[in-house]
């Protein structure tokens, strides 16, 4: 009886050994592949051909995809631009100066909202934000700036959501400590709860990027897509992921595999965003 | 004289470099209840969870020393622990009941342990009745265990330890923050239950070790002072120190 | 000129209060145009009548079934995996290089975008495991890409049984695996299931990664083995292509209603569990 205990409880860690172990064995298939269908393109045609090329006609190798990594970083950067300060400010709001329904109410419709489906925000972007900008400002509507505008929105409630968790975990003392020292709540804001939740915040501006760049369902659908690099917000772009999206279903060949390496730089891009995020707060945090 | 339950010879607990128990020699015997008193920090829990095996979740302890349990054998960290707690049960300080029914509390122990379902009802009454605790909650018995009041929650503990019908029974300070009746029912309970089971009762409460039980151990810093029948010890103790703590004068 | 702290402060609070219902208020206005323009075409016909004409007519039936049945298939792969690693990770071990690496894993896993996952899915299980667009490669991607999800959740809800709870199993000469499922388990069920059912919402709203691995068939799937759509796929195919934007518009309707229904479903039992517990 004592035996057999043992051994089951010893089965059963294994057991459970081996599904935590999963993660890790999924983790290295899916870089496996990738790099696997990614890397030797790199080898083949140089990576400068590829990173820094500024054409892309994969069928008559040419694999330039400079054009697109710059399209991405212009629509995340735009998203930013726009989404990061008002999500900030609603996180504030919200956590500052919002009573306790408010915020019960708010907090979980703000996780509602966030699940809404990509394509959907897209669609909607196509329809209505794209038009707009071709009457009133000109070009074809599909451009960086309808791009950003949908992305901003996307990544409002991630923003949102983490910095107000930040803000609410900063200690009350420190906020009753600025105000008995005659500072108004505005001051006692910007000087003190802000500063003190600047790592959170920070992170949740990484993360927001982090969702940004890798979007592709609602970008497809709002950034037209030309190859070449945007010379003003009104340029229709392509952007790395829409580059995957829009050829996987039919490429061959070459062809297929100069969409993994595409995949590859994405994949580099994402991860040390990632990385940054991770050692860049944690190094704050420690502090 | 009783037979011995429990034979502890030249016990050693250290946590890390923190020495909680040394040198401690000690009998149990059997269908008795032995109190355990001191200070805190003297070392009665450690010896509490030597006894249950229960020290063996802890990071860093160590444990020397022979411990023999009548109809168990010996404890050598190596033993099958889930055996030793199917005879050995605890009452902790504070009562924590589970998240579940007064009735699902008290069989939780005995379901595991494989006892037929046809035997689990009479099981309960029979618990709760020693536990004296049967006639407040014979009536609610699929309510939950986290509306009855501390001292019934206890009780409830109580219950829920004889429902495997353990040889010992292990009460670390069990009435502390429970209302006087309350502590009057665990107490009259034991009385009853050393019929059947070997008792350890820890407390800080002198006056509780005086009543409640027959052989008292004196601990101080991690030693054991005095070891004799309650009534000798207490008016005629022959270490000094145990003189001092019942009087009072410090602890 | 000092400007007045005082007059500042109010000027901060009223920008700081537009702002955020400016925030709420697009998002909500986001719902409420694909209600308005999409709910009179949802009728129970439209849900359970099959396409026409590449969607232009008919209904949605095909791509709900499918979506249901990824949902549900790819948390049946899903949950015991997640769950299991949780209680590893909390209940089996301590921490430790191994458990580092594990988490770390885990974290890489969430971060990595979903267009990844649709060409690891494609190349990987359409490809080289030959299983086509199917049923079963779209399930084991999504999948894996909820996993980290529910390990998370699972994790946290674990973590805040009370110990002493732990404590009082073993005294009751209960197993480790005895205490995981008979105490553990069911004490951190509410917020298990609440990670359980936010993968599903992320199952089925998930586009990139279905639709290389799962396909964009019209037709019903039956097995496995079928290729078929979700309706976030049926949605994106109808809008991109211009195909119909009434039946765009109500599959939306749907789609964003599921989402919804789900989350708040989650939210909801895991407040009742909660106060069943306490």
């Known amino acids: 009886m004592n035996r ?60 330039g995809i400079f054009p697109m990594i710059i399209s991405s970083f212009m629509v995340t950067f735009g998203a930013l631009v726009v989404g990061a300060p008002l999500a900030l400010a609603c996180a504030t709001y919200l956590s500052e100066y919002a009573g306790k329904r408010t915020k019960l109410f708010l907090k979980p419709s703000l996780e509602l909202l966030a699940g809404i489906p990509s394509v959907v925000y897209g669609f909607l972007g196509v329809v209505y934000i794209v ?56 001051q006692t804001i910007r000087r003190v709860v802000l500063p003190a939740a600047r790592s959170g915040i920070l992170a949740s501006f990484i993360l927001g990027m982090g969702r940004a760049i890798g979007e592709t369902m609602a970008v497809i659908m709002v950034a037209g897509n030309a190859l070449k690099i945007p010379t003003s917000l009104l340029d ?27 995949g590859v730089v994405l994949l580099v891009i994402i991860m040390s965003l990632n990385l940054v995020a991770n050692f860049w707060v944690k190094a704050r945090v420690a502090k | ?63 020397r020393g022979k411990i023999r349990i009548d109809g168990f054998g010996e404890l050598s960290g190596r033993h099958d622990h889930v055996a030793l707690r199917k005879k050995v049960g605890t009452v902790f300080a504070l009562p924590i009941p589970l998240p579940r029914s007064i009735y699902e509390n008290v069989v939780f122990g005995a379901k595991l342990k494989g006892v037929p379902r046809s035997e689990l009802n009479e099981l309960t009454e029979v618990c709760l009745k020693k536990a004296c605790l ?81 052989f008292v151990a004196f601990f101080y810093m991690g030693r054991l002072i005095e070891f004799g029948p309650t009534e000798r010890v207490f008016t005629n103790p022959e270490d000094k120190m145990t003189d001092d703590y019942i009087r009072g004068k410090f602890g | 000129m000092r400007i007045n702290p005082r007059l500042t402060d109010k000027v901060v609070r009223g920008g700081l209060t537009f ?65 299991g690693t949780a209680i590893y990770l909390t209940e089996y071990t301590k921490e430790s290089s191994l458990t580092r690496i594990i988490r770390f894993g885990v974290e890489s896993l969430a971060g990595i975008p ?97 639709i290389f691995t799962m396909g964009s068939s019209l037709r019903l799937p039956t097995s496995i083995m079928d290729s078929g759509r979700t309706m976030a796929v049926h949605f994106y195919i109808l809008a991109r292509e211009g195909i119909s934007m009434e039946k765009a518009y109500a599959t939306a309707v749907i789609l964003v209603c599921s989402i919804l229904i789900i989350n708040i479903a989650a939210y909801y039992l895991m407040h009742k569990m909660i106060a069943r517990y306490s």
């Open chain 1, 236 to 262: 229709p772009l392509r952007t790395l992921t829409s580059n995957i999206a829009l050829e996987l279903a039919y490429a061959t060949g070459d062809h297929r595999r100069a969409l993994f390496s595409t």
């Open chain 1, 4 to 63: 057999k205990l043992i051994d089951k409880e010893r089965v059963i860690k294994l057991i459970l050994l081996v599904f935590a172990l999963s993660s890790l064995l999924f983790l290295f298939t899916i870089f496996a592949f990738i790099l696997t269908e990614g890397l030797p393109l790199f080898y083949e045609a140089g990576v400068k051909a590829i990173v820094f090329g500024m054409r892309w006609a994969p069928t008559k190798a040419a694999f």
């Open chain 2, 134 to 214: 049967w006639d407040e909650v014979k009536n609610r018995l699929s309510e939950s265990a986290l509306k009855l009041s501390g001292g019934q929650q206890q009780r409830l503990c109580l219950a829920r330890t004889l429902a495997l019908r353990p040889e010992i029974i292990l009460l670390d300070e069990p009435c502390s923050g429970l209302d006087p009746i309350s502590t009057a029912k665990i107490e009259e309970a034991l009385s009853e239950l050393k019929r059947d089971h070997t008792i350890i009762l820890v407390s800080n409460n002198t006056k509780q070790i005086a009543r409640a039980s027959d």
């Open chain 3, 19 to 83: 702002q955020a219902l400016f925030t709420v208020g697009i998002l909500v206005l986001i719902v409420a145009v694909i209600f308005v323009k999409g709910f009179p075409y949802v009728t129970a016909e439209f849900i359970f009548s099959y396409p026409q004409d590449m969607g232009r007519l008919g209904g949605i039936f095909p791509s709900v079934v499918g979506t249901v049945f990824l949902g549900l298939l790819s948390i049946a792969f899903a949950t015991p995996l997640g769950v």
């Open chain 1, 131 to 186: 038009p707009i900008i071709r009457e009133h400002l000109g070009g074809a509507g599909f451009s960086i700036l309808s791009t950003s505008l949908v992305l901003a929105i996307m990544i409002l409630p991630t923003i949102t959501s983490i910095s107000f968790d930040s803000l609410m975990s900063v200690p009350p003392a420190y906020r009753e400590g600025s105000l008995a020292m005659g500072a108004t709540k505005w």
């Open chain 2, 1 to 63: 004289m009783a037979g011995t339950k429990i034979r502890v010879r030249d016990l050693l607990v250290s946590y890390g470099a923190k020495e909680a128990l040394s040198g401690i020699d000690l009998d149990i015997y059997e269908n008795h209840v032995v109190g355990l008193m001191g200070p805190s920090a003297s070392g009665k829990s450690s010896f509490i969870s030597v006894i249950n095996g229960m020290i063996n979740f802890e990071d860093g302890a160590r444990v």
């Open chain 3, 114 to 210: 979903s267009i990844i996952y649709g060409l690891f899915g494609f190349i990987f299980f359409v490809i080289k495991l030959k299983l086509g667009w199917s049923l079963l490669s779209g399930t084991l991607t999504v999948s894996i890409m909820v996993l980290p999800t529910i390990i998370r959740t699972s994790e946290e809800a674990i973590k805040s049984v009370p110990k002493n709870l732990r404590m009082v199993s073993f005294s009751l000469a209960a197993t480790k695996w005895e205490t995981v499922t008979r105490v553990i388990l069911p004490s951190a069920a509410p917020g298990i299931l609440t990670g359980i059912m936010l993968s599903i919402g992320r199952a089925v709203s998930e586009t990139a990664a279905v």
